[in-house]
C-alpha cells in the first residue's frame, strides 16, 4: 500500500523559513518524480515544485530563487525547503507521485502571517 505523508508546516513570520517533508512507504521515491502542489483556501490545487528521478528540478515562477526542491533516496524523502515566505505563500503544501496512478498525501498547512 502506497502512502505519503508530509510534514514541517506550521506558522510563521514574513520572510521565514520552513522545511516540508514527504515521506513515502509502499513506493520506491528515488524510480519517480515527486511533485509539491498547494491548495489555497477557495482555489485550486496548483503546482508548486517537482524533481525527476534524475534530480531535475522545476519551479512556478513565483517560488523561484526562494524555495528548493531536493530529495534524500535513502530516507525515501522528497523535501521542499521555503525561504523568503510571504502571505501568499499560505495554504495547504502537498506531495505527489505517479506509479501506475497518482498518490498524493494528505497535506501539511502553512500560514504565512504576522
Known amino acids: 500500500q502506497v502512502q505519503l505523508v508530509e510534514s514541517g508546516g506550521g506558522l510563521v513570520q514574513p520572510g521565514g523559513s520552513l522545511r516540508l517533508s514527504c515521506v513515502a512507504s509502499?513506493?520506491?521515491?528515488?524510480?519517480?518524480?515527486v511533485g509539491w502542489y498547494r491548495q489555497a483556501p477557495g482555489k485550486q490545487r496548483d503546482w508548486v515544485a517537482s524533481?525527476?528521478?534524475?534530480?531535475?528540478?522545476n519551479y512556478v515562477d513565483s517560488v523561484k530563487g526562494r524555495f528548493t526542491i531536493s530529495r534524500d533516496n535513502a530516507k525515501n524523502t522528497v523535501y521542499l525547503q521555503m525561504n523568503s515566505l510571504k502571505p501568499e505563500d499560505t495554504a495547504v503544501y502537498y506531495c505527489?507521485?505517479?506509479?501506475?496512478?497518482?498518490?498524493w498525501g494528505q497535506g501539511t498547512q502553512v500560514t504565512v502571517s504576522s
Open positions: 509502499g513506493i520506491i521515491f528515488s524510480s519517480n518524480a
Open positions: 524533481i525527476t528521478r534524475t534530480g531535475f528540478t
Open positions: 505527489n507521485t505517479f506509479q501506475g496512478r497518482t498518490y
